[in-house]
């Protein structure tokens, strides 16, 4: 997988960048990486 995603912001206004990373928030992953969890 890869480390990160680029986003490249052509309009560079700070609404659209705020939306932009709005809409790119699930995509992020906690600074430790992935949690998984294991049950019995």
Do not use: W
């Amino acid at each position: 997988m890869a480390e990160r995603i680029l986003v490249i912001n052509p309009n560079s206004t700070e609404a659209v960048t705020r939306g932009i990373d709005e809409a790119a928030e699930p995509l992020r992953m906690p600074p430790a990486g992935p949690r998984s969890t294991a049950s019995r």
